[in-house]
């Protein structure tokens, strides 16, 4: 298992975790299964050509488009459960943690990765609750013929989906309490980001108080937007691909509303600027 930490902006950082391949001789787990036989159905329903199943797929993908990157990242870990705390504590093995040095100290590796692992086990909990609350509401839409019930199979995955995250989050958290981590910044990770980025400022682990008073740099995004197969490329990581491709998109949306949002209080502010200065006239 090997865990990437690569930085997007100068304050928000992807982390993706590569789990060791798994025994194909070893019994899969029902989560496991349920998961690959949703996604064989997803597979079908992607390969029609028109329809409501092709109409499904449409809007369910760009529901997981929406989905925040940092959920993804929590559910890219193994769930944990005290035999498999106890089986990493045995073993004393350490995962090697992969970060950018020329770009990212490596002292705020470790403060990104905990602040991912706790500051959303909360959120995650509530809207666990709140999807196991919402699933029975949806059973009646099964009356509806021909169509499956997308109503209970949205709240359902998104029930799972936020109880991945917490086990993630679980996991993450178990690891940097044990310091079972090992800090390295790879040459090709580093030419990466001289490549895609040269002259890139630095990221820089900003904390809540440093974002009220205002004492920080405005934000500033490390990756374009098509790097995202080039990273996948230099890590060796296919999966890499659409997690940095979802990551940007989102950091790229976000970063255009609030745009929108200074240039609509600008005229404001000017507004009752001209305001005060005519009153005093």
């Known amino acids: 298992m090997r865990i990437f930490v690569l930085p997007l902006t100068t304050r928000q950082a992807l982390i993706y975790c590569q789990r060791a391949e ?21 597979a079908g329903w992607e390969a029609a050509d028109k329809g409501w199943k092709k109409q499904i797929v449409k809007y369910g993908n760009q529901g997981l488009q929406r989905i925040p990157y940092q959920e993804w990242a929590l559910k890219s870990f193994p769930p944990s459960n005290p035999k498999l705390q106890a089986e990493e504590m045995a073993a004393g093995k350490k995962y090697d943690v992969i970060y950018p040095g020329n770009v990212m100290r490596k002292d705020d590796v470790p403060k990104v990765m905990g602040r991912l692992a706790r500051e959303r086990k909360q959120l995650h909990w509530n809207r666990f609750v709140g999807s196991m609350i919402a699933m029975p509401f949806t059973i009646p839409f099964a009356l509806v013929p021909i ?52 002259d890139a400022p ?10 009220l008073d205002g004492s920080t740099p405005p934000e500033k995004i490390l990756l374009p937007a098509d790097s995202h197969t080039v990273v996948a490329k230099v890590t060796g990581v296919p999966e890499l691909s659409n997690e940095v491709e979802r ?4 950091i790229h ?19 009752k600027e001209s305001n005060k200065d005519s009153t005093k006239k």
């Open 247 to 250: 990551a940007l998109w989102q």
């Open 253 to 271: 949306r976000q970063s255009e509303r609030e745009e929108a949002q200074r240039t609509q209080e600008q005229p404001e502010e000017e507004s």
């Open 202 to 211: 630095d990221f820089t682990f900003v904390t809540r108080l440093q974002l």
């Open 147 to 198: 169509v499956p019930n997308i109503p209970f199979f949205y709240a359902a995955y998104r029930c799972w989906s936020h109880w991945r995250a917490l086990k993630g989050s679980d996991h993450l958290d178990f690891i940097l309490d044990h310091r079972l981590y090992r800090l390295l910044s790879p040459p090709e990770i580093e030419e990466l980001y001289e490549q895609v980025v040269p």
């Open 22 to 42: 798994q025994n194909v001789t070893g019994k899969s787990s029902i989560a496991d299964r349920v998961t690959s036989k949703a996604a064989q159905i997803w």
